[in-house]
């Protein structure tokens, strides 16, 4: 049986696995790069109602980066449907930008 010692000196011996779907498993994954955390580490904590901080570091700040990209044109797709959306897209392209400006100290 494989054994692994975790940082606070326990082993961790029990395997737990479930299946999801693609979209969950996508899901999962964003929120867990976000975490800067190993996905091992985030699913136990969120299951067990722990409280962590995200450190940020150049992982957590480029998946940052890419995720507005994605969340601003997905926005200005939306604004063809609305004009509703004007103040929200002000506010995403200068979250973007500052996020963008972020870089030299990552």
């Not at 409280?51 to 997905?74: C, D, P, S």
């Amino acid at each position: 049986m494989k054994k692994n010692l975790d940082g606070h000196g326990r082993w961790r011996r029990k395997t737990i696995a479930f299946r999801v779907s693609e979209e969950e498993a996508r899901q999962i994954g964003t929120l867990v790069r976000l975490s800067g955390m190993s996905k091992q580490d985030y699913i136990t904590a969120r299951l067990q109602n722990r409280e962590f901080v995200v450190y940020g570091n150049a992982k957590v700040y480029r998946e940052m980066r890419t995720l507005m990209a994605e969340i601003y044109a997905q926005l200005l797709r939306l604004r063809k449907c609305s004009d509703q959306q004007e103040e929200l897209l002000i506010t995403i392209q200068m979250i973007t930008e500052m996020i963008t400006g972020w870089k030299g100290e990552a």
